[in-house]
């Protein structure tokens, strides 16, 4: 991961991001919700295709043959992901009360979210098993105090650490997926990153990089693969400014 790199491409983006406003920026923005959100639900089971999330989200269309909770695991998805981009605005720090308000909204109208569960979970597949409640109450204490310890932290490892550590707790029933990748974009918009959607076709190497912290504590796997998705969209936001302007950036 090449830190400085990215926080040049960055800096220009953020700094030449208005040239984009209008329809095109609004495009960007759309196309990304819909791409993360079918993405992201994707990867914990749902079957919408990208169209099928496209015509739910965009369009306000009603989506037949599907259950109706694949429906609001969808549009909560899109809720939740403006409540964090509300509070990234508004310049408030990631703590456990807006944790709890986007798992909360993760499940509306599914079950009641933002309470801690109070039975043992496993993940299906995986060598770690998380935490029994008690334990797992002293943890999600221990992540929050943390997450103020780490404030210093390179955002793309923080961004990592947050998801890694949170979703090693799991101390939700369901959902901790979904919150993790939420919270992950968090850190990276509150240090004006851009969110980034990690792929259902890497659910692979995206698990095994959260294995990798979960066993042996290695989060850098998982922050290298944030840095390579966060540097292909700052890349497209580049081409689009040099290809509007006279102005293109220096790599050297």
Same mark, same amino acid.
């Given at each position: 991961?090449?830190?400085?790199?990215?926080?040049?491409?960055?800096?220009?983006?953020?700094?030449?991001?208005?040239?984009?406003?209008?329809a095109?920026l609004?495009?960007?923005?759309? &196309?990304?919700?819909?791409?993360?959100?079918?993405?992201?639900?994707?990867?914990?089971g749902?079957?919408?295709?990208l169209? %099928?999330?496209?015509?739910l989200? %965009?369009?306000?269309?009603s989506?037949?043959?599907?259950?109706?909770?694949?429906?609001?695991e969808?549009t909560?998805?899109?809720?939740?992901?403006?409540?964090?981009?509300?509070?990234?605005?508004?310049?408030?720090?990631l703590?456990?009360?807006?944790?709890k308000?986007?798992? &909360?909204?993760?499940? %509306?109208?599914?079950?009641?979210?933002?309470?801690?569960?109070?039975v043992?979970?496993?993940?299906?597949?995986?060598?770690?098993?998380?935490?029994?409640?008690?334990?797992?109450?002293?943890?999600?204490?221990?992540?929050?105090?943390?997450?103020?310890?780490?404030?210093?932290?390179?955002?793309?490892?923080?961004?990592?650490?947050t998801?890694?550590?949170?979703?090693?707790i799991?101390?939700?029933?369901?959902g901790?997926g979904?919150?993790?990748?939420?919270?992950?974009?968090?850190?990276?918009m509150?240090?004006?990153?851009?969110?980034?959607?990690?792929?259902? %076709?890497d659910?692979?190497?995206?698990?095994?990089?959260?294995?990798?912290?979960?066993?042996?504590?290695?989060?850098q796997?998982?922050?290298?693969?944030?840095?390579?998705?966060?540097?292909?969209?700052?890349?497209?936001?580049?081409?689009?400014?040099?290809?509007?302007?006279?102005?293109?950036?220096?790599?050297?």
């Amino acid at each position: 991961m090449n830190e400085e790199q990215l926080q040049r491409k960055k800096a220009f983006v953020k700094e030449h991001k208005s040239l984009l406003a209008g329809a095109a920026l609004e495009n960007y923005e759309t &196309a990304f919700i819909i791409e993360y959100t079918h993405n992201s639900t994707a990867i914990e089971g749902n079957t919408l295709s990208l169209m %099928e999330t496209k015509l739910l989200l %965009e369009d306000k269309q009603s989506i037949g043959g599907k259950a109706l909770r694949e429906i609001y695991e969808v549009t909560n998805h899109k809720k939740a992901f403006d409540y964090v981009t509300k509070c990234v605005q508004e310049g408030k720090s990631l703590d456990e009360r807006i944790l709890k308000d986007i798992h &909360a909204i993760l499940m %509306e109208n599914i079950f009641t979210g933002g309470i801690y569960r109070d039975v043992g979970v496993y993940i299906t597949g995986a060598a770690h098993t998380p935490p029994a409640p008690d334990e797992m109450y002293r943890q999600i204490k221990d992540f929050y105090v943390d997450l103020e310890k780490n404030r210093e932290m390179d955002p793309i490892t923080l961004a990592a650490w947050t998801h890694g550590e949170f979703v090693r707790i799991h101390p939700f029933i369901d959902g901790n997926g979904r919150t993790a990748r939420m919270i992950m974009n968090y850190q990276l918009m509150f240090h004006d990153f851009l969110p980034v959607s990690i792929s259902k %076709e890497d659910r692979l190497p995206y698990f095994s990089c959260l294995e990798a912290y979960a066993m042996k504590g290695d989060i850098q796997p998982f922050a290298d693969m944030i840095a390579a998705l966060e540097e292909t969209r700052l890349d497209y936001y580049i081409q689009a400014i040099e290809q509007i302007s006279d102005m293109h950036f220096d790599a050297n």
